[in-house]
Structure formats: structure tokens, C-alpha cells
């Protein structure tokens, strides 16, 4: 009989019968044994690739609005082309900046190839040339992959349950409650606050409550992880003192050509991280009931649409795949491997677990989530009645279509 839970009734449900053969369905080895061995291949051929693919788009944007400025035809324009001109290469740029964050991603991973320091070296440049510092992001960031939707271990994604709600200590969440017009903005400041400190901890200064308070991203970790952050911050100054020495300091060239598409690259950042964790049946849970593979099948994958997820590397539509698999499987073979799952889940049909969304409104989704949900999550506590949430969506039948690059 066909499993019609979602993950929480699933890890709610200690004893039925029907549920525990689902969970032993859900061993993380007997998924990996479902997948094609070669989604687990490293080709440093497909990452570089993409990599100069990404940043060949930026530079192309970017010499596109140059020369439409050093040739007399941007100033030949009316205001309304110059700005239309000007908001394009932001678009543009921005996104392929957040194209090449994922690349940078896969160095973080050690998806990129099998050698940690061309992994490293690599994820210094991708992250440095769009102003992240690469280990300390990559220190955050293993946490997060390590304690997913774990109501106090989880990092970068605020879980903010009814009882934190009414806590006096949750100031910023009780903010975003009362005053939900700054949905539209959030996405566009979110990720340079989280850099800064909201709410782990600098990723710029490895130093305690500097700048907020309640710091925690340098707690217990070793001092080589300090001094990796030194390392990692220069390096972004650098790059901000290479830009700024180029153009003379002209700021506003510099804000015209590359800060500007840096807040749109934080923009992408957001829309896609937040929609991959939080919606309006987000749950989280404890020690007494936290499982890694139960807890991936609460991110969701989501279906951008226009070519969006593909040239974003399958991050949206892959997502689950990656969680289950972070450390082991490249961005150019997650469709693949998301389909194997699809197919293993729907075999054993065991596919109510999976979440997926048709999300082509991604823009005005994500405003609307942040406006109407925010952060907000309930907890599933050991004992007590399941939270009431949607259920999860069934696979569809028309699995993500497979295009693995032939690798030579």
C-alpha cells in the first residue's frame, strides 16, 4: 500500500508498520545504491567550463554597457533607454554573479574536483570576485548541510516557531510580523546582513558579538578556522581595492558596473534559499526526533521555469538530491541524479515525502511567502499530535528531464 504521509506524520509515527518499512526505504545507503554510479563522477573539465561560461556572461554584460557608454550611444539615449540600459546589465549581470556563487558552491563541497587546494584556491576567486569570504562562508554553510531544519542547529535559515515569536529576544522576527511592507526590500539586504553577522556571526571578523550580539559561528571551532577568515576577508578587500584602483575611485562607476549587480547576485541568493527551505508548511525538529535523511525531505525542489534552472546550475530543481548528497554529488549531475530519486520513491511508493513546486512566480512567491510566513516554522515535539501542515506533494510522473554533459 502506497505511503500517504509527509515527513512529519512520517517522524511522528513510531509504530505503525507501514511507516517503519518507509523509513528503512529511506536509509541513505539504500538511496545512494538507486543512483547511477556516475552522478557521483568529479569532471574538472564540466566545472571549469561552467565556470568561464558564468563569468564570460558578466564580462559580456558588462563590455556591452561599456561600450554603449564610451561610444556616445548611452548618452545619445533618453533617460528612459539610458535607465532601461543600465537596469539590464544589472539584471544580467547580477544573476550570472549568483551563477558563478553556485560554482563557488561546489568548491565549498569539494564538488568542483578531487583536490581540496584547486578547490579552495578556485572557491577564493569565485566567492572573492562577488565580495563573499570563501571559508568562512563554507564554515556556515557545512553546518547548515550537517543540521537542516534542526530547530537549533540549523544555520543560515532562521526558524522561528510560535513560542520564539512571543519571545522578547526575537526582535528582528517580531519586526518582520508587525511590519510585513519590508518583504518586497528584505531580499536585497538579506544576505550582506548575513555576511555580517545576522544571526550567526561575522563572516568578516572571526570575533565574538562583533557587530550583533549572540555571535555563534566561531564558538568551539578551531583557531586555523580564525585565521582562515582573516585570509578569507582579505582576499574580498583586496578585490574591492583592485576594482577601486581601476576606475580611479570613480564610486559611481563602480556602483553603475559591479555594486549594483552584486545586490541583485544577493537578491538571487535569498529568493532561491529561502523558497528551497520555507513556505507555509515548513517544520522543524529537536534532538529527540532530528534524522539527517527524514530532515533533507523537508527542503523542497522547485521548478523556476525559462531555462532559470538550468543556467543556475540545478540548484532549485536538484536541491533535495543535493542535501541528501552534498559532498558527493557535482551541480552538472544532480538532474540525474533527482530523477534516479524520483524513480527509487516512486517504485517503493514512498513519493508523499518528496516536496516539488511549480514556482515560474518565483518573484512574486517569494514576496508573498516573506510577507505571509516570514521565517515562521512549527516545531514536531517527541510525543505531541503532528503540527497541522500541507501535504506534501506527490513526485510528478514527468520526472526532471536528465541531461548529463558527456564527459570526454
Request: glycine letters at 6%; one cysteine or more.
Amino acid at each position: 500500500m502506497a505511503l500517504n504521509m509527509n515527513i512529519a506524520e512520517l517522524v511522528a509515527d513510531e509504530t505503525s508498520e507501514k511507516a517503519l518499512e518507509a523509513k528503512k526505504l529511506l536509509d541513505i545507503n539504500r538511496i545512494k545504491k538507486a543512483l547511477p554510479a556516475e552522478v557521483f563522477e568529479k569532471s574538472l573539465m564540466w566545472s571549469l567550463w561552467y565556470m568561464l561560461f558564468d563569468y564570460a556572461c558578466i564580462g559580456a554584460s558588462m563590455y556591452a554597457l561599456y561600450y554603449l557608454k564610451s561610444s556616445g550611444i548611452y548618452d545619445e539615449l533618453p533617460l528612459v533607454g539610458q535607465c532601461a540600459a543600465t537596469v539590464a546589465h544589472w539584471t544580467i549581470a547580477g544573476f550570472f554573479m549568483w551563477c558563478i556563487f553556485v560554482v563557488g558552491h561546489d568548491c565549498g563541497h569539494g564538488n568542483f574536483s578531487e583536490y581540496e587546494w584547486l578547490n579552495d584556491t578556485l572557491g577564493h576567486v569565485t566567492h572573492g570576485s562577488i565580495l563573499v569570504p570563501y571559508w568562512p562562508w563554507r564554515l556556515s554553510h557545512k553546518r547548515h548541510h550537517m543540521h537542516h531544519n534542526h530547530v537549533d542547529k540549523d544555520y543560515s535559515h532562521s526558524w522561528i516557531t510560535p513560542e520564539r515569536l512571543a519571545d522578547p529576544a526575537y526582535t528582528m522576527a517580531q519586526f518582520q510580523e508587525k511590519n510585513p511592507w519590508v518583504a518586497p526590500f528584505l531580499p536585497f539586504v538579506g544576505w550582506p546582513l548575513y555576511l555580517l553577522g545576522l544571526p550567526d556571526g561575522s563572516h568578516f571578523l572571526p570575533l565574538p558579538n562583533i557587530p550583533f550580539s549572540g555571535q555563534r559561528l566561531y564558538e568551539g571551532s578551531a583557531m586555523l578556522e580564525m585565521v582562515r577568515c582573516v585570509v578569507s576577508t582579505a582576499v574580498v578587500v583586496g578585490m574591492v581595492a583592485i576594482l577601486h584602483t581601476f576606475v580611479s575611485s570613480d564610486l559611481w562607476t563602480l556602483f553603475q558596473f559591479y555594486y549594483a549587480p552584486v545586490l541583485v547576485f544577493g537578491w538571487w541568493l535569498v529568493c532561491v534559499t529561502y523558497l528551497q527551505h520555507h513556505g507555509p508548511d515548513s517544520v522543524v525538529y529537536s534532538d529527540s526526533n532530528w534524522k539527517f535523511v527524514l530532515a533533507a525531505f523537508e527542503t523542497i525542489d522547485r521548478r523556476f521555469g525559462f531555462g532559470i534552472d538550468s543556467l543556475h546550475h540545478h540548484i532549485t530543481d536538484g536541491h533535495v538530491i543535493h542535501h541528501l548528497f552534498f559532498t558527493k554529488i557535482p551541480h552538472y549531475n544532480l538532474p540525474l541524479a533527482t530523477k534516479a530519486l524520483q524513480e527509487y520513491l516512486i517504485k517503493h511508493e514512498i513519493d508523499s515525502v518528496y516536496k516539488f513546486e511549480d514556482s515560474a512566480d518565483f518573484p512574486l512567491r517569494l514576496t508573498r511567502y516573506l510577507r505571509d510566513f516570514g521565517f515562521n516554522a512549527v516545531e514536531l515535539k517527541k510525543g505531541e499530535p503532528v503540527p497541522s501542515v500541507k501535504k506534501a506533494g506527490t513526485v510528478r510522473k514527468e520526472a526532471v528531464k536528465a541531461t548529463k554533459p558527456k564527459i570526454h
